[in-house]
């Protein structure tokens, strides 16, 4: 008997595939359990179609995060800090507050998403990954200028 499974199974496949499994099995656990499904030729032409859908709405935010992964590239994000002695400021710059620059900016990135190369203690210019995506990455521009 062909089943489609509706979710992950241990030993034997992952969401979306299609197996053939002995008659008892398919009928007497993984269709029960919620595991699976009769894989009838409606059901497998459905399967393919939700899988083209999921494939376009992948590709639609991968291609609205390389967007944002431009812009964040083009962009320069300012700090002031009050300086100390040997151009020094007190405290640091954190993702924290990288993050809730580009919010105010309209960009909603986690901090984790955030990577420093190095810890933002002295005023000058900087650079910072920024994860946008899975498979897209930006280099954000950072400038840190003393208080007038």
């Not at 986690?110 to 210019?125: N, S």
Request: hydrophobic share 40%; charged share 30%; aromatic share 4%.
């Amino acid at each position: 008997m062909d089943v489609i499974l509706l979710q992950d199974v241990d030993h034997l496949g992952s969401k979306g595939e299609v197996h053939e499994v002995a008659n008892g099995y398919g009928r007497n656990y993984l269709i029960p359990q919620g595991m699976a499904r009769i894989a009838t030729e409606g059901a497998i032409n459905q399967l393919q179609e939700e899988q083209r859908q999921q494939a376009r709405k992948v590709a639609a935010k991968k291609e609205e995060a390389e967007r944002v992964a431009q812009e964040l590239e083009e962009m320069q994000v300012v700090f002031t800090a009050k300086v100390g002695e040997d151009n020094r400021i007190f405290g640091t710059i954190t993702t924290q507050q990288i993050a809730v620059e580009l919010a105010n900016r309209g960009f909603e990135i986690d901090r984790r998403d955030i990577e420093l190369h190095e810890d933002i203690r002295v005023i000058g210019a900087y650079k910072a990954n920024v994860k946008v995506h899975t498979d897209v990455d930006a280099t954000l521009d950072i400038q840190v200028i003393p208080e007038s």
